[in-house]
């Protein structure tokens, strides 16, 4: 399924700048801003079954977007700027924010080379247990896993279940599988169990990823230093706030910004919803990250900023740069704001 959702996707992006009509679309529909949202920055892999490759872009290709930005004449600036922008109505110049989820060391090592290039702020969203090395990247897991095992024996919603491994197409259709059960689970601390007693059969160390792919609290801090660079909060566990209830979701929120503002004795005014679709934050937890004290908090709903985003900063949108899609074509389509008028049926702004 997911494979014909990229080909879907593709074949869209493709329409639209071969056709042209993201030329046309631009004045409408780019909007005052944008707000990318990036995961991994680190060098390409050659390895065939990469099921999490949308969550990695290449210090290449992230520079080719920050020189696009550019040429564009766009501001790139930090949340706390945009925050001032959006709230002061300032909308006299289009700005971007480029914003990176979870903490992984790679955004130190190869992204942040690359942005002080361009003299661009970054905003890295750190969740609590990953920095200090006791949560569990499942998604991670289960690639290492399916990538190990020939069969893997699980028990998915109450049926006993063998996932083929054996080849590259099984692979994926198995991670595919699991990655789906793993989300439709009420509670992080299920998908821990469940992941770990899988990896666990398999001698898959999902215990170790957090520490050896994360930024650490020592790490951030000197991280955090740098004059380019934002701390952001991202919960303590990485878990999907809309499905916690509202005393978790709301300890959730306010304790990493506490862990953040505690260890590194700097303020964390900025949060992202793990996850972040609509089954991943919705009205609810948008009062709760404002009654929390962030002052924007963003989701992985697709779009642009408009001038009415100002009255919507606990629910922003962004525009992923996503690792299936490196092309300096597509590219132009994502800035016009083309696809993301289209994926919201060219509503403005989505935050309910």
Known sequence: MSGLRDKVIRAGLEALYFSGAHHVMRPWFAGSGTIFMLHHVRPASGDPFQPNRLLEITPDFLRIVLAHVRDLGIDIVSLDEMHRRLSARDFSRRFACFTFDDGYRDN???????????????TVYVASDFASGTGQLWWVALERLVRKARAIDAVLDGVPTRLDCESIEAKTESFNRLNAWCRGMDSIHDVHRAVGMLCAAHDVDAAGIATELCLSWPELDSFAADPLVTIGAHTLTHCNVAKADAETAAHEMAQSRADIEARLGRPALHFAYPYGDRTAAASRDFALARAAGFKTAVT????????????????????????NYQDARFLKVLTSGAATAMWNGFRRVNAA
Do not use: K, Y
Request: net charge negative.
């Open 108 to 122: 130190r090592d190869h992204a942040l080379p690359v942005m002080r290039e361009f003299d661009a702020p970054m």
């Open 300 to 323: 992985t709903r697709p779009g642009m900023i408009f001038p009415e985003n100002a009255d919507h900063m606990l629910a922003l949108p962004r525009l992923s740069l996503n690792g």
